[in-house]
């Protein structure tokens, strides 16, 4: 060498046996706590981290009805929880600014990790229901926004 230094041969193959490789597995899920990894390999810039929650937005004409959710991805394709896995589900009514009626909704049945039903129930909270001291269901349509989640526990 130009240094007068005399080195040893450089060991390639040795110096890129030590270089970590990049991971060939899908990341874990997003979790509750973080945790610091233990895997020397690293991941690719582009990875993602698989949903540990089910979301959907859908407009019924009538708000006082049931729905059967099948847990899917944003494009619509079915994407259920693993198998024994029952999620933690919810829902809320979006109506029309101004509708003074009251949206119950509640679960019917038990989850599923593919699915789940909801039923809707809408009350008229009117003067006359109010002096009677009783509510009414109200039969008249009113279209709805449902807004529904799922997660992972």
């Given at each position: 060498m130009a240094d007068g230094v005399s080195y040893p041969p450089v060991d390639v193959a040795a110096i890129t046996a030590?270089?970590?490789?990049p991971a060939t597995a899908m990341p874990p899920g997003v979790s509750d706590t973080g945790?610091?990894?233990?895997?020397?390999?690293y991941a690719l810039a582009n990875?993602?981290?698989?949903?540990?929650v089910r979301k959907r937005k859908i407009t019924m004409s009538s708000a006082a009805s049931s729905y059967a959710w099948t847990y899917s991805d944003k494009d619509g394709n079915p994407l259920p929880f693993p198998t024994g896995v029952i999620p933690i589900v919810n829902a809320i009514v979006q109506?029309?600014?101004?509708?003074?009626?009251?949206?119950?909704?509640?679960v019917l049945g038990e989850?599923?990790?593919?699915g789940c039903v909801f039923q809707i129930n809408r009350?008229?909270?009117?003067?006359?229901?109010?002096?009677?001291?009783a509510l009414?269901?109200?039969?008249?349509?009113?279209?709805?926004?449902?807004?529904?989640?799922?997660?992972e526990p």
């Open positions: 030590s270089i970590p490789l945790m610091i990894g233990t895997d020397t390999r990875h993602t981290h698989a949903s540990k109506v029309p600014a101004g509708n003074t009626d009251l949206f119950n909704v509640q989850p599923t990790n593919t009350v008229s909270s009117g003067l006359l229901s109010l002096l009677t001291g009414s269901v109200n039969p008249t349509p009113i279209a709805a926004t449902l807004h529904l989640i799922a997660l």
